[in-house]
């Protein structure tokens, strides 16, 4: 399984997007959904986080700090923080597992499972780039929204898909997202 966690970063649509495309691709996944999130879902998409929801084949509450995606015993392959804020990096970097998407980053770092973070943000920080490199450094992989351009893209969707192909492909899961780069 695959947990999806959006927290409150604008680009929660990269969130919504690889929703879809590992529904399309039949993959098991949980979702969790931070308050702020909710609060910037309600700007950026036209979407009812009912349907968003509902993308997802399990969802747990994000301030519900006893569920049982909190323990090691839960299993799960990878957890996406898709986008994710840098207050949300800043509690992994720092062993604050305040809220449950916080834990089970904790619980990812600690288990050795895979832990993917996309952050939106810019500028950053100093302070940013350290809590980054430090979960770098415990096995956690840094991959900014940062979209590519040599694919030409038409629209936001386009630039969208490069993203959620980006973290697919980090997942090990074939994808045709975008067009991959080839020598003109």
Do not use: Q
């Amino acid at each position: 399984m695959i947990l999806i966690a959006i927290t409150g970063a604008s680009g929660v649509i990269y969130g919504v997007e690889l929703l879809k495309a590992l529904k399309e691709l039949n993959i098991e996944t949980g979702l969790l959904i931070s308050d702020p999130a909710k609060t910037v879902m309600k700007y950026e998409l036209d979407e009812d986080i009912e349907e968003i929801k509902s993308l997802a084949d399990h969802y747990f509450d994000a301030n519900e700090i006893d569920s049982s995606v909190n323990s090691g015993s839960f299993k799960f392959d990878s957890l996406v923080i898709i986008p994710c804020s840098m207050k949300t990096v800043s509690a992994i970097a720092n062993g604050y597992a305040s809220n449950t998407i916080s834990r089970v980053a904790d619980v990812a770092l600690k288990e050795r499972r895979e832990l993917v973070l996309v952050p939106r943000e810019t500028p950053l920080r100093d302070v940013h780039l350290g809590n980054m490199l430090r979960i770098s450094k415990e096995g956690g992989i840094i991959l900014p929204a940062m979209p590519g351009f040599y694919h030409d893209p038409k629209d936001i969707k386009d630039m969208t898909d490069f993203i959620v192909g980006k973290v697919l492909d980090v997942l090990r899961i074939d994808n045709e997202m975008f067009k991959r780069w080839e020598k003109p």
